[in-house]
């Protein structure tokens, strides 16, 4: 072999060796790709405003013994309670000017089957007026009063079943337009107990701002947006294994000529002797090689079941080397 051979080998073995590191090196650059979301998403509120209105309240009762007047319950004993005061109170943030209005109204009604029917309503303005950023209304609901005005509409209709709703109703208008309503109903159970419902409410105007940043891959000193990198770096990775896979497919592909340096001295042919002379089986390539430098004749090649035979012919003595035809297995001499 000389040296310009040697030169070209070593030449594209280090070609295939940089192509192998380029492609690992981009095989690692997709994963990092792919393990990195394209963008990151953030997203930050901002509160515009905020108004919440609520009633404190305490009660007060024709009998002390358990619960003291000026007692604060989530549930009042129907029967023992005689009023129940308290303040409402509403404020936005920032501070906004507007006008209100606190009113409770009650609604006297029967039911007949599934429909309600309305007696008689009856409305009260407790308060109203302007206001910058808060204001605060004193509120009673005086249940005596409210039970003996319940008996009069029993009486005065007939009707001994009729009931009583009561609830305030605060509305708030600001000078921006923005508009806020609360009902605060009392709400009597079958137990027995009182309840005010509704006696907090928040609004909130939250404006919501999101940031998408692009991500990316640092190669080479350069950020390359991960989006690109996904479709990029598996491509080069790809493009770069292609030579190493080239190489040595064709390598596996093509098996080395083991007769090559014979080649030039052989002939095709069948001796007239086959079959009628034992041959001397030759073991290998080399030995067929060291026959031809003795005898210096001609190497005859033929086909016999499924082999081919490469003879030489010294007098009354054949040399034979045999070699399956591709495919056909191991060799067979």
């Known amino acids: 072999m000389?040296?310009?051979?040697?030169?070209?080998?070593?030449v594209i073995l280090g070609a295939i060796a940089v192509s192998l590191m380029l492609a690992?090196?981009?095989?690692?650059?997709?994963?990092?790709?792919?393990?990195?979301?394209?963008?990151?998403?953030?997203?930050?509120?901002?509160?515009?405003?905020?108004e919440k209105g609520w009633l404190s309240h305490l009660g007060f009762f024709t009998n002390e013994t358990v619960y003291q007047d000026g007692t604060s319950l989530e549930y009042y004993p129907a029967e023992i309670t005689s009023a129940i005061a308290g303040r409402y109170t509403y404020a936005v943030m920032p501070e906004k000017?507007?006008?209100?209005?606190?009113?409770?109204?009650?609604?006297?009604?029967?039911?007949?089957g599934k429909n309600r029917i309305n007696l008689l309503n009856t409305t009260e303005t407790l308060?109203?007026?302007?206001?910058?950023?808060?204001?605060?209304?004193?509120?009673?609901?005086?249940?005596?009063?409210?039970?003996?005005?319940?008996?009069?509409?029993?009486e005065g209709t007939g009707l001994h079943r009729a009931q009583v709703d009561v609830?305030?109703?605060?509305?708030?208008?600001?000078?921006?337009?923005?508009?806020?309503?609360q009902k605060i109903q009392v709400v009597r159970d079958v137990s027995g107990l009182i309840k005010l419902d509704g006696v907090e409410k928040e609004n909130k105007k939250v404006v919501r701002y999101v940031n998408t940043t692009t991500n990316t891959v640092n190669f080479?000193?350069?950020?390359?947006?991960?989006?690109?990198?996904?479709?990029?770096?598996?491509?080069?990775?790809?493009?770069?294994?292609?030579?190493?896979?080239?190489?040595?497919?064709?390598?596996?592909?093509?098996?080395?000529?083991?007769?090559?340096?014979?080649?030039?001295?052989?002939?095709?042919?069948?001796?007239?002797?086959?079959?009628s002379v034992d041959p001397v089986d030759l073991?290998?390539?080399?030995?067929?090689?060291?026959?031809?430098?003795?005898?210096?004749?001609?190497?005859?090649?033929?086909?016999?079941?499924?082999?081919d035979v490469y003879a030489i012919?010294?007098?009354?003595?054949?040399?034979?080397?045999?070699?399956?035809l591709p495919g056909e297995g191991k060799e067979a001499h």
Request: overall charge neutral; glycine content about 6%.
């Open 220 to 275: 080479a000193g350069r950020e390359v947006p991960v989006s690109s990198a996904r479709s990029t770096f598996p491509l080069m990775a790809a493009l770069f294994l292609i030579p190493p896979i080239g190489f040595a497919y064709t390598k596996w592909e093509r098996k080395p000529d083991e007769l090559k340096n014979l080649r030039k001295f052989i002939v095709e042919g069948k001796p007239s002797e086959v079959g």
């Open 313 to 324: 012919i010294d007098g009354d003595i054949i040399y034979e080397y045999r070699k399956p």
């Open 283 to 307: 073991d290998s390539v080399k030995d067929l090689e060291r026959v031809f430098d003795l005898v210096d004749k001609p190497i005859v090649h033929y086909r016999m079941e499924n082999q």
């Open 24 to 50: 690992g090196v981009f095989g690692v650059y997709s994963v990092m790709a792919y393990s990195t979301d394209p963008t990151t998403t953030e997203a930050t509120y901002e509160t515009l405003y905020s």
């Open 97 to 112: 000017k507007g006008i209100y209005s606190v009113t409770m109204s009650r609604e006297y009604y029967v039911t007949s």
């Open 167 to 181: 609830y305030l109703t605060v509305r708030v208008e600001n000078d921006d337009g923005t508009k806020f309503t």
């Open 127 to 154: 308060e109203k007026g302007s206001f910058t950023g808060r204001f605060s209304v004193p509120v009673l609901i005086n249940m005596s009063r409210i039970e003996e005005d319940l008996m009069v509409v029993r």
């Open 2 to 10: 000389n040296m310009k051979k040697i030169e070209r080998g070593k």
